[in-house]
């Protein structure tokens, strides 16, 4: 099964340039992974008002932080045994705190299931998605 569905992700950096992921476990594949949070437009939903939408839903965190400026990212990979092929627009969200408490606020089922946390970094982790992701921030900064 395949999906292009559109989906748009906030890189999310604290006044120490720290930035924020969430950490994700496919029940599917096994896989464990790092991802800005994000995800998929609704119907009639700008990439802008998702990512906004998006960060409040994942992290509680103001969703008027994300800025109307992205860096257009191609993304190839399975999640829940559906393949997405498609580009997704990244967009960058500033922070004046350091490390601003970030938790889930209204997720799916699907996700709470499968969300295993998020944390602040100041290097990128192993299993990072998109692999590219340090370039996305130098292109958003």
């Not at 995800?39 to 109307?68: F, K, S, Y």
Request: one cysteine or more.
């Amino acid at each position: 099964m395949s999906s292009d569905r559109p989906a748009a992700r906030v890189v999310c950096l604290d006044r120490e340039g720290k930035v924020l992921l969430l950490r994700w476990h496919d029940r599917v594949s096994g896989e464990t992974f790092w991802e800005p949070p994000g995800g998929g437009l609704l119907a009639g939903e700008t990439p802008l008002e998702a990512a906004r939408r998006e960060l409040t839903e994942e992290t509680g965190l103001p969703g008027d932080a994300v800025q109307d400026r992205f860096v257009a990212v191609p993304r190839d990979f399975m999640w829940l045994g559906v393949h997405y092929v498609k580009t997704e627009q990244f967009y960058l969200a500033c922070f004046d705190e350091v490390e601003p408490v970030a938790a889930p606020g209204s997720v799916t089922r699907e996700e709470l299931d499968s969300y295993k946390g998020a944390a602040w970094f100041d290097v990128l982790p192993e299993g990072v998605q998109p692999p590219e992701l340090a370039e996305v921030i130098r292109e958003l900064t």
